[in-house]
């Protein structure tokens, strides 16, 4: 194997995913490609940037399926089928169960907007984390890349980057500025590092 077949796993926008592609083309991703884009929304924009990109995407909606289980299940059969290395999630809102998780163990990273343990866990998701930073007034904020356990936002930090605030943010600014000045950085530069030690073990 010379790249890791690496799955991006969206709801959204996919503003990362983004970071992701450009970072493949200029070559920061080098012992990895993305081979698909999974996400759980139809009609995210992440999906018209994958189209754009000539990446494979797939949606999975729990809503199509009986139980919590089946819908995973249908997710891990896609990532079998394009078989996946390594599972990136960009703004994927929902909490995978142990289950999902048994299957790819060390396999799955995330992408979160704040500095862990701070702002993370059940409820800090997009906006809300933001609001929280600021109503504690912390003076320094960031991004977190973390491989993901069966704890929300509690597995292993691979790679983080501080943020300054300042007394004008809102959570909307905030977001945006975390956004550019850590997470497309960081996710990116957390995908190759965690690749290339695939590859190594290989
Ligand atoms: C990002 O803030 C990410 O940290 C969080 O969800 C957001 C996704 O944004 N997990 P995008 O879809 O990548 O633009």
New binding site residues.
């Given amino acids: 194997m010379t790249q890791v077949n690496i799955a991006v796993m969206?709801s959204?926008?996919?503003?990362?995913?983004q970071a992701l592609i450009d970072a493949e083309k200029s070559g920061i991703i080098r012992s990895g490609k993305i081979q698909l884009v999974l996400s759980n929304k139809p009609g995210a924009y992440?999906l018209t940037r994958a189209e754009n990109a000539g990446i494979a995407h797939k949606t999975v909606e729990k809503k199509d399926f009986p139980s919590r289980e089946e819908y995973e299940n249908e997710m891990i059969r896609i990532l079998k089928e394009y078989r996946t290395d390594l599972i990136v999630l960009?703004?994927f809102m929902d909490i995978l169960t142990p289950n999902f998780i048994r299957n790819y163990e060390d396999r799955i990273i995330n992408?979160?907007?704040s500095l862990i343990p701070s702002f993370c866990g059940k409820g800090f998701?997009?906006l809300h984390v933001h609001e929280a930073a600021l109503a504690k007034g912390v003076k320094v904020t960031g991004?977190t890349v973390h491989f993901v356990n069966e704890i929300p936002d509690g597995g292993k930090i691979i790679e983080q980057k501080a943020v300054r605030v300042s007394e004008k943010d809102t959570p909307e600014s905030l977001?945006k500025k975390v956004?550019r000045k850590a997470?497309w950085i960081i996710l990116p530069q957390a995908v190759e590092k965690v690749s290339r030690n695939l590859l190594k073990n290989k």
Avoid: D, K
């Fill in positions: 969206i959204g926008g996919g503003t990362n995913l992440a960009a703004g992408i979160h907007p998701y997009g991004a977001q956004m997470e």
